[in-house]
């Protein structure tokens, strides 16, 4: 197709006669068949709210079509109206536009649904099982038309995937406004989202999926990365003189992320996934280093690695706190170890390795356990935020016996997956009494192991939402990074050129360095980690999709690093705009008790002021585009969480958004988790208001414990 037609095709919207239907792709990895929750009333609803996407002559011929979806997958997709061309992010300009940023958020979009990059892209499904773009491919073509159309003197306004359309506003506004899941709290329990989704009147937009921002499984890397890297430094003195082993399951959009990560953080690794579809995609984009389908083979090579005792091996986890000599001995790591399918013999990994196992992860525990093999990380990042609805794969049943029973037998299937985890829980806790330290991934493992009866109760009392073993936020990624203002940003070079990106990076790792000179002694360390991390990014292959980078930074960096993107798209040195954003798993994106607020202690954990204030300071101060979502991670009704996305092109307007919104968008997180009196938030907040003349933050005053004593 040419790019005149792929143009032609965008500003059609959804055409007035039938396009032909194209054939179901067996060979792509389709989301699987919905409970059948609607009466039969409620079906016919859902069959009108469909129809009103099109003109009244094709009614008669769509209506048994999407009735038939509706009885075969439990949602209508509209698989007829899904379009022919490539499905990928293109150069600004291949987009027919009247706006620039909209044309950024059309790239933004179909990288979303490009195959190598969503989880279900006929489904529209992106990550996490259920984490959508939009419900049906009306939405899709509707909302790429009015991109298309609009100026910047207008806002596209979208409620859970649907277009509600245009309204006038100002070029400083936002161009779009998100909004997925919103639901009045009491209708919040994962049975009104089955329902109202399969209405086609609301979806789960996960954090990424629904808001346009999702990069692939790279997105997801660098937090992993230095998750991984800190939890192995917890275990460096069991491990010394070896690799450690981290254990875990989840080949999929985001959890395909953690052998990747593991190599880079220098540990050995094991994933369990149940789907070989997911486990091949990881392996052929060079994501995990071998696949292995039998255990037998798995408990040899991991002998064959104890046996054999230090390796001598690069280990970046062993070392010491100190930074600089673990980013040495990064640097020396061999970068892609040789693929090898299924090797004849079991061959001892000298230096990081990532071992796909395609099976469910509970014969994988259970066998670990059973044979004592010295497991030092564990984890887990299957779907539990979606536990009845394909997230979660119960042992003792094949991948398509459980499609079939969670769509037939819902309620058996609940069964199966609470004795599944409780099995599950048993052996990890077995490891866990000889020393592996374990840590709940943010998928709502504990959570949902708790309510299936699992032995996850608190050792001791710890505050908050605690849990046996912690999240990994409350250990790691929230005392070391989201109390000081570090969080996921991300920008993708419109240009679609690997040159711009490099150029990006190069400008990062600059800004990093200059920070290193004058930062305080608190955050040197995950400065000297960031920066390794960007110097290594280009050899590390990170990208599937867009040209897209993702770099944990603070405040001061994410607003330093994006001047220096503006300077140079101002002298040409970028070729187009770009496009800045990050996950909602952030400092101030999410309210999630189990998760990103998890390491608040003062009561608040279970209020979302923060999330649902952060959209609406972005909105007012210069993002392109705001989104705020219902679920996310942990699931539906679990979290509320919100994001933004903002093109910047070079022009003095953009250097204003970029001072003005990012320092809200991380601050407002940071105000808040220095009120609940987190250490590393009261130290970064002072240090903000000394050097930004308006920024006042309540702080608290610290009580001493001795005077609560005597109550
Ligand atoms: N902590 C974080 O930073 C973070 C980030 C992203 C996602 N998450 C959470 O992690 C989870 C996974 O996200 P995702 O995008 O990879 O989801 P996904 O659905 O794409 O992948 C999960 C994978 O787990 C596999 N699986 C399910 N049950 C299994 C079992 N019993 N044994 C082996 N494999 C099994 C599935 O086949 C699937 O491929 C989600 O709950 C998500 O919210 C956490």
């Given at each position: ?448 192991a708790s309510r299936a009866g699992a032995d996850v109760a608190p050792t001791g009392a710890k505050g908050g939402a ?121 400092v101030s994106g999410t309210d999630s008790p189990f998760r990103e607020t998890s390491n608040i202690y003062d009561g ?108």
């Amino acid at each position: 197709m040419t790019k005149e037609q792929f143009q032609q095709e965008i500003r059609l919207g959804i055409p007035d006669t039938l396009p032909e239907m194209p054939p179901y792709d067996t060979e792509i990895n389709h989301a699987p068949k919905r409970k059948d929750i609607l009466t039969p009333d409620e079906k016919r609803l859902a069959l009108r709210n469909a129809l009103r996407y099109f003109p009244q002559h094709l009614h008669a011929a769509l209506a048994p079509e999407f009735m038939d979806e509706l009885r075969a997958y439990g949602r209508i997709y509209m698989y007829r109206y899904r379009p022919q061309y490539e499905m990928k992010a293109r150069p600004l300009d291949d987009y027919p536009h009247r706006s620039r940023q909209a044309a950024a958020i059309m790239l933004m979009i179909q990288n979303n649904l490009d195959p190598r990059v969503a989880q279900h892209p006929h489904e529209l499904i992106i990550y996490g099982g259920n984490g959508a773009i939009f419900q049906n491919w009306a939405q899709y073509r509707l909302v790429m038309k009015y991109l298309s159309e609009m100026t910047d003197e207008q806002t596209l306004v979208m409620y859970s995937g649907h277009p509600l359309g245009l309204f006038p506003s100002h070029k400083n506004a936002p161009r779009v406004v998100v909004t997925n899941g919103m639901v009045i709290p009491n209708y919040s329990k994962p049975d009104d989202w089955e329902r109202g989704n399969a209405l086609g009147v609301t979806q789960y937009g996960q954090m990424t999926a629904g808001s346009y921002m999702y990069i692939g499984p790279q997105g997801i890397v660098h937090g992993t990365t230095i998750t991984v890297l800190n939890a192995a430094r917890r275990v460096a003195s069991r491990t010394a003189g070896r690799l450690p082993l981290f254990v875990t399951a989840g080949l999929g959009g985001m959890s395909g992320a953690q052998p990747k990560a593991a190599n880079i953080a220098g540990v050995l690794s094991v994933t369990a996934e149940i789907n070989p579809k997911a486990a091949l995609k990881r392996y052929e984009q060079g994501w995990v280093d071998e696949v292995l389908y039998d255990l037998d083979e798995v408990v040899e090579r991991l002998k064959a690695a104890g046996a054999a005792g230090p390796t001598g091996a690069t280990m970046a986890t062993g070392a010491t706190e100190t930074t600089e000599t673990q980013t040495a001995q990064l640097a020396q790591r061999p970068q892609r170890p040789q693929k090898t399918q299924s090797a004849q013999k079991p061959q001892l990994p000298q230096r990081p390795h990532s071992i796909a196992y395609v099976g469910n992860v509970v014969d994988l525990w259970e066998r670990l356990a059973d044979e004592d093999i010295p497991v030092d990380l564990g984890s887990d990042q299957t779907s539990l935020h979606n536990p009845w609805a394909g997230g979660y794969y119960p042992v003792g049943l094949t991948l398509e016996e459980s499609k079939r029973m969670m769509a037939d037998d819902p309620e058996l299937f609940k069964e199966k997956v609470q004795a599944s985890l409780r099995r599950q829980v048993a052996a990890i806790n077995r490891l866990a009494d000889r020393g592996m330290y374990f840590f709940d991934y943010g998928n709502a493992f504990l959570l949902e192991a708790s309510r299936a009866g699992a032995d996850v109760a608190p050792t001791g009392a710890k505050g908050g939402a605690s849990f046996r073993y912690p999240s990994y936020v409350q250990d790691i990624m929230g005392p070391m990074f989201f109390d000081y203002g570090f969080g996921p940003f991300r920008w993708v070079c419109t240009s679609c050129d690997p040159a711009d990106l490099e150029t990006t990076d190069r400008l990062a790792a600059e800004v990093l360095e200059q920070m290193m000179q004058e930062a305080p002694a608190e955050i040197r360390g995950q400065l000297a980690d960031n920066l390794h991390w960007i110097r290594e990014a280009g050899r590390n292959h990170l990208v599937v999709g867009s040209q897209a980078r993702i770099l944990y930074a603070d405040a001061e960096g994410r607003t330093r690093i994006a001047l220096a993107f503006n300077e140079a798209i101002r002298r040409g040195e970028l070729k187009a705009p770009v496009v800045l954003g990050r996950d909602h798993h952030d400092v101030s994106g999410t309210d999630s008790p189990f998760r990103e607020t998890s390491n608040i202690y003062d009561g608040s954990q279970f209020c979302a002021d923060m999330a649902v204030q952060n959209v609406i300071g972005d909105a007012f101060r210069g993002a392109t585009w705001v989104s705020l979502h219902n679920g996310g991670g942990v699931g539906w009704g679990e979290v509320i969480n919100g994001g933004f996305g903002m093109v910047i092109d070079g022009s003095a307007d953009s250097d204003r958004h970029i001072r003005e919104m990012l320092l809200w968008d991380v601050n407002n997180g940071i105000a808040r988790r220095s009120w609940a009196r987190n250490a590393g938030s009261l130290m970064a907040i002072k240090r903000e208001m000394e050097r930004t003349p308006g920024l006042v933050v309540t702080l608290p005053n610290l009580v001493d414990d001795e005077l609560l004593k005597g109550y």
